[in-house]
């Protein structure tokens, strides 16, 4: 009877360990070892891989833009259009690419344990890198939707819509509309090492979609949108950057690392 209840008080610690919640100081030097780990790659791996995330995140404007071109003009339009924004950051996420905005929040822990001018200079070799790329990768993916002929015209009017709808944001508007974006994206790549399988891609779609539908404003999306729109001759290469992308991607650092970042250090600091 008494191995029985061994067997029994050792297979419910079993499962007690399995169920119990990881601390948040585990979380933190799992992320910030994976911020390492990005901080030391070659220039060629960082640079292809976030040429990838821009081609890539790309498929959430396309899809919700086709999702747009078919649904009518209602209220609950943009309930339904808003989950084809999930596609794109599935992709991204899943297939381990090198996206902007969850960089504002891995490297950036290394950054809090030791703020060297070393640790500075790598932070930003790879923000540049990363960036840069993403750019790259939003441009090709928009030439492609804008002159590759590869939707038909009354599919490529629901992209147009969705894009022409960003770019009548303000600048104000978009750098405001990141700030939630960016935390929203902080918050993904802390939750997302206490996920597992279909508990991970529940969550990338809860999140991202919660970004879409409240028409957010996300550096690396929103590019192709506006960038859509300059290939078109819609608006101008400037008027893009400076009122958009950069607006935009300060934003995003601010919500990712000046909030998201600093308060999980916050929470951990001693503990560490």
Known sequence: ???????????????????????????????????????????????????????????????????????????????????????????????????????????????????????????????????TANMVGCAAAALVLAHGHILPETRLEGILSISRHYAEATPFEHFAWGIPAGFLIAALVWILPRMQDAGEVLMIVLITYVIGLGGMSHVVAGSTELFILVARGEIGIVPAVFGGILPALAGNVLGGTGIFAALTYAQVREEI
């Open 1 to 131: 009877m008494s191995d029985k209840k061994a067997a029994l008080t050792s297979a419910t610690g079993d499962q007690a360990d399995e169920f119990e919640s990881v601390p948040s100081s585990v979380i933190f030097e799992a992320i910030r070892r994976e911020g390492e780990h990005e901080l030391s790659r070659p220039f060629s791996a960082l640079w292809w891989s976030g040429v990838a995330a821009g081609l890539a995140i790309s498929t959430s404007v396309l899809c919700k833009g086709l999702l747009a071109s078919i649904l009518p003009d209602a209220d609950w339009s943009d309930g339904v259009s808003s989950l084809g924004y999930t596609v794109g950051f599935l992709i991204v996420i899943l297939g381990r690419m090198q996206l902007f905005t969850e960089n504002t929040l891995t490297p950036i822990l290394t950054l809090f344990l030791g703020p060297t001018r070393g640790n500075f200079y790598q932070t930003a070799r790879l923000w540049g890198i990363v960036f």
